[in-house]
């Protein structure tokens, strides 16, 4: 049996969002986010040496669904990235798995990164025989991977501003996120893409400004336990981000029909009862609701009275 080594790590929901980024590679955001890390939703990486002159490769582990070809080649390019900059020379099998099923329509790239860099990096220090880097230092290098996955080290909130990355102090109570599962299948224009596509849009000038305004009046939201003007900020950004994406050249959209549908329940329950949820929709169909936990029960309720449609859910605790 050969040495292995195995960590998780858990997905992460932005409420400001990283959308944009800088030509140079590495993954520089142009404007800082903020985040919920999803602590039930979470990627497993296993990491195990091959005999000498074997290739690395990449299996899913047993029970989980195999990755697209792309999704196989950019985390081994990662990989060997990583063990390039620490001089490892060893060949290993990958193994990976996420414990929410392939079908909820979750991104998986901030999760799979962060697992693959930890389980990377404790692998690397042992054989090395080294210390292992701090978290932030992590987060950093699983940056480089995908973007978002730098703010997976860090929970209950997150923020990532440029080089900096920590929990920002938080009042309110723990929240979950309701997961409204509209359209799981794959995205017609990637998170990568629409990084790019963004800077297209005549709206892009003005991105980095209104989201620094908006971070700033989250952090005061979240010191001071503001849920309601929480979700007034993270229903602003999302149209924003949206914004974005419906005036880029040529324009695309990930929204379902049943998106709008939700938005307007959010929209009539905070206009009729002066309560609800946050919501957000990131590069997709599906909308994240995040509530105070004792609360769930009676939102899942007044979807289920709402709504003329059953859409699936999935729900995580931060
Ligand atoms: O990390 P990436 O390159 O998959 O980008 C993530 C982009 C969004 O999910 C849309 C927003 C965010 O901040 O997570």
Same mark, same amino acid.
């Given at each position: ?9 858990? !997905? ?12 140079? $590679? ?81 991104? !998986?790239?901030?999760? !799979?990164?962060?697992?693959?860099? +930890? ?42 501003? $440029? ?20 359209? %799981?299948?794959?995205? +017609? ?44 900020? @993270?229903? %602003? ?23 709008? @549908? ?9 206009? +009729? ?46």
């Amino acid at each position: 049996m050969s040495k292995q080594w195995k960590e998780s790590a858990p !997905s992460n929901i932005a409420l400001i969002k990283y959308m944009g980024k800088g030509e140079g $590679g590495g993954n520089v955001a142009t404007n800082p986010s903020l985040s919920m890390t999803l602590a039930n939703f979470r990627t497993t990486v296993e990491l195990s040496l091959l005999p000498e002159g074997s290739d690395d490769a990449w299996d899913p582990l047993p029970g989980s669904a195999p990755l697209r070809r792309e999704s196989t080649q950019r985390f081994l390019d990662f990989f060997q990235r990583l063990k390039k900059q620490e001089s490892i020379h060893q060949a290993f099998l990958l193994r990976s798995g996420n414990n929410f099923p392939s079908d909820a329509g979750l991104a !998986s790239s901030a999760s !799979s990164f962060a697992a693959l860099t +930890k389980t990377a990096y404790t692998a690397f220090s042992e054989l090395q025989s080294k210390p292992l880097a701090s978290a932030e230092k992590l987060a950093m290098i699983s940056r480089t991977g995908s973007g978002s996955s730098c703010r997976s080290f860090f929970s209950p909130w997150c923020v990532w501003e $440029g080089e900096k990355i920590f929990v920002p102090p938080s009042k309110l109570p723990e929240l979950e996120d309701v997961v409204v599962v509209l359209d %799981a299948g794959f995205k +017609k224009v990637s998170s990568s893409q629409a990084h790019t596509r963004v800077k297209s849009s005549p709206l892009f000038a003005g991105r980095t400004d209104r989201s620094v305004q908006r971070m700033q009046e989250s952090l005061s939201a979240l010191a001071s336990g503001d849920f309601k003007r929480l979700a007034e900020i @993270s229903y %602003a950004e999302l149209w924003d981000m949206h914004s974005l994406f419906h005036t880029s050249t040529p324009p695309f959209f990930y929204f379902a029909p049943e998106t709008l @549908s939700v938005l307007r329940f959010v929209e009539d329950l905070w206009e +009729k009862e002066n309560w609800g949820p946050i919501s957000t929709i990131d590069a997709g169909p599906n909308v994240h609701l995040l509530i105070p936990a004792g609360d769930k029960e009676k939102l899942l309720a007044k979807l289920q009275e709402n709504l003329k449609f059953t859409p699936k859910y999935f729900t995580s605790r931060a």
